[in-house]
Nanobody, 120 residues
């Protein structure tokens, strides 16, 4: 069983930065990828970025490319560095583990989420 716990969310002004963290425990080696998703009120959950756990290859959604960076260390910590934040980045952010890609259906394990609010 994989357990994921996010932290690092908060409120910032547009142009600011936040770093989200996700502590993974359990048999994480069974997951090909770990990823970050977000969901704003009234909208569907969307993939933000994901990383292959073995090769560390990363992929970012076009909406965040050049501003957000996903990374993972050897201690099963997943990060999302978010720079140049925009009000449209406001959402609940979730850490996930499973197969790869930007579809939430590809992931089996989810954290409880951490709220990010960006004011203009």
């Amino acid at each position: 069983q994989v357990q994921l716990v996010e932290s690092g969310g908060g409120s910032v002004q547009a142009g600011g930065s936040l770093r989200l963290s996700c502590a993974a425990s359990g048999y994480t080696y069974s997951s090909a990828c770990m990823g970050w998703f977000r969901q704003a009120p009234g909208k569907e959950r969307e993939g933000v970025a994901y990383i292959y756990t073995v090769t560390r290859n990363t992929y970012h959604a076009d909406s965040v490319k050049g501003r957000f960076t996903i990374s993972q260390d050897k201690q099963n910590m997943l990060y999302l560095q978010m720079n140049s934040l925009k009000p449209e980045d406001t959402a609940m952010y979730y850490c996930a583990a499973g197969s790869c890609g930007f579809s939430s259906y590809s992931y089996d394990y989810w954290g409880q989420g951490t709220q990010v609010t960006v004011s203009s």
